[in-house]
């Protein structure tokens, strides 16, 4: 994405409001208290959902967000407020527990990420590849089963998606020439956190990817559709944790750019309504779109692989036999 197309998007293209209805779905957005999430929970409940599970980590904040909902929208009792730490693999596992017992699972939505500056741990992992990568394919690979006993039983599609971003395009990703990627972005003394956001969103593209691919080529019975969206720039809380020079600098160009969370969230809905067109597929501007030409070379096809192998192992570890469920 070169500097007039992403200025075109963000200032010249009308995404449009979502329409079409999801009746009698039950649907997971995790990061919904706040944000793309919270408005993209606030859509699904408007558009006649039966269930929408709002994943937060903060459920005090959760409730106040259901409680939003209710009133912009006037249907109370279809936000329901869930406990999720994606820094923990114990809560996303417990998380996952959870829903098995849903009646149904028709979409999940992978919104929840951080943007943080100082090098932290989250399990096995700094926290922002911990939480914005690894942390969402485990709860994703646990929630497979779900979605796909819910395309069986109700014969139709249900759909996994991941909000992503433009900014996999702005990073040159060192790391990837590592004989260990995930462990070389774990050493913390080589860790660029400048930029390690953007690192990590590339991450998480090249793992949902290579998702989507093991997905087509299951055996398995059921439809379920992968996809990641860039919601483009949206104006949220994400980068709250910048220093207070670089949001003085940076709020009037927020101000002027950025669209509102709302907006955002409707790409989250053109994704959440599926359409095989959309499988396996990078979503911009609620449409299909290209991923950065380092995806799609030779060299990120091979870093694709390398790094589902890695992350296969560390799965695998957290709960064995969880790629039985791909």
């Known amino acids: 994405m070169n500097i007039s197309s992403f200025f075109h998007s963000q200032l010249c293209v009308k ?12 649907i997971i957005v995790t990061g919904a208290n706040v944000g793309l999430g919270l408005e993209a929970a606030r859509h699904f409940v408007r558009l006649d959902a039966s269930k929408v599970i709002l994943a937060v980590r903060s459920t005090l904040k959760g409730e106040a967000a259901a409680k939003s909902i209710a009133e912009s929208t006037g249907r109370a009792g279809v936000a329901e407020v869930w406990q999720l730490d994606l820094t923990s693999y114990a809560s996303v596992q417990a998380f996952a527990n959870r829903a098995s017992s849903l009646d149904r699972l028709d979409i999940v939505v992978n919104n929840a ?72 972005l774990a050493i913390r003394d080589k860790a660029q956190m400048k930029t390690r956001y953007y690192v990590s969103k590339l991450v998480q593209l090249l793992m949902v990817l290579e998702l989507a691919n093991l997905v087509s080529n299951s055996s398995k019975p059921g439809d379920v559709t992968v996809s990641i969206v860039n919601p483009g720039f949206v104006d949220t809380k994400v980068m709250r944790n910048a220093s207070a020079t670089f949001h003085f600098f940076f709020r009037p160009y927020r101000s002027l750019v950025a669209r509102s969370a709302e907006e955002g969230a409707r790409t989250l809905l053109h994704a959440a309504a599926g359409g095989k067109e959309t499988h396996g597929q990078y979503l911009s501007d609620c449409k299909v779109a290209i991923t950065s030409e380092f995806v799609r070379s030779n060299e990120g096809h091979e870093v694709q692989k390398q790094l589902w192998r890695e992350l296969s192992g560390t799965l695998e570890n957290i709960t064995p036999g969880i790629l039985k469920n791909i």
């Open 15 to 26: 995404l449009p409001v979502p329409t079409k209805r999801f009746s009698g779905q039950t």
């Open 113 to 184: 990420g951080i943007v943080v500056y100082n090098f932290e741990l989250a399990e096995d992992n700094e926290s922002t590849i911990t939480v914005n990568a690894v942390s969402q394919i485990l709860l994703s690979l646990l929630l497979l089963p779900k979605l796909r006993e819910t395309s069986v039983r109700l014969k139709k599609e249900t759909v996994l998606t991941f909000t992503g971003s433009f900014v996999h395009f702005m990073t040159d990703f060192p790391e990837r020439k590592s004989e260990n990627i995930l462990k070389e």
